[in-house]
DNA sequence: TCTAAATAGGACTGAATTAGTACACATTCA
DNA sequence: TGAATGTGTACTAATTCAGTCCTATTTAGA
């Protein structure tokens, strides 16, 4: 349905093993992969990717490590996808300076990404990392006011 | 920020080309490639897809084409994305048969691709290909119980 | 009944992107 | 000073995707 990249669902994942602990502690990018059980050169590069994106805080040298810079209910998940999959031109042409894409002025397709993209960046932006860290029990998110809704996570076809 | 492919963005532009006729009237892949400036084989491709999907309806043989099954304003786009990106695993761990991933049975990153696509889903399913078909004046997008909603076409980052 | 126009389906290829690795350097603390 | 840790860059292998081509099938009309 929409994809997101492998180094993002790990993000994702390494994001919210670091909001399980307080948010004070260190973790070395060595104990995340071998908590997340993901290679470790993935993960220190995720790390630093997301310590770029102003998202985690870090502490060089022994007994160094990553931290989160906010409460986790404070990082939504869209914050963390789109430090991941970086500043994402769908496809080339929304990065076009005005002119090179023969559809001007009135590209259809430019228009349609613009409202997928903000439906769906506003649909991340309700998800926060807190939200990710009870694994099996999830069935709510919150809505724009802060209150809960229902999720339905009923069985059915997966996209 | 979220991956549509070109086909998945070409695929939309070729259904709101169709979804602005009348619903009976036929489009062949010829005349909708020449309008939407998609090369014929990719449109031809696209079409075929869509139809296995149930969007499209043909006629084959002369005077042969392309038409809706039904209204635009009852096909989401959230159905045309499903139809185009396939029936997709996020990661290759969401095809699973259980017990393949060493994460089992509490696999984090397969409840946060569960939530995400829910997430996502949900609000793609809100916009209507009708939405679509007004190139350069649309504002608002209808929500839940179908009224319009205002959606920020504000200048800024765009990812 | 023949022909042209159109869809249907599959195989193939080149290119782009991504995941993952490796290595050299910098920093901190005991 | 040395060990542990993060920082940055460059590279490679694998995967995926966009796009093309070819051939069969169907239909309408001359």
Redesign the interface.
């Known amino acids: ?6 180094m993002t ?2 993000g ?2 390494v994001m ?1 093993q670091i909001a399980r602990s307080s948010k004070a502690e260190l973790h070395t990018a060595r104990d995340l992969a071998i908590k997340c ?1 993901v290679p470790l050169p993935t993960v220190s590069k995720l790390l630093k990717t997301l310590l770029q994106s102003g998202l985690l805080a870090s502490h060089r040298g022994i007994r160094g490590g990553y931290s989160l810079v906010r409460e986790p209910h404070l990082i939504s ?2 914050e963390v ?2 430090a991941l ?1 970086g ?2 031109a ?2 080339e042409c ?1 990065t076009n300076v005005a002119g090179l894409c ?2 001007e002025p ?1 590209c ?2 430019r ?14 932006e ?2 926060m990392l807190s ?2 860290i009870r ?2 029990s ?1 069935a709510a ?1 919150r809505d724009n006011r802060g209150n809960l809704v229902q ?3 009923a069985p059915g ?3």
């Open positions: 349905m929409i994809r997101l990249g492998k669902d790990y994702l994942l919210s059980r998940v869209a996808v789109s999959e500043p994402l769908l496809t929304s023969d559809l009135s259809p397709i228009d349609n990404q613009r409202i997928i993209n903000q439906v769906v960046r506003g649909a991340l309700k998800v939200d990710l694994p099996m999830l998110i999720v339905s996570l076809r997966m996209q």
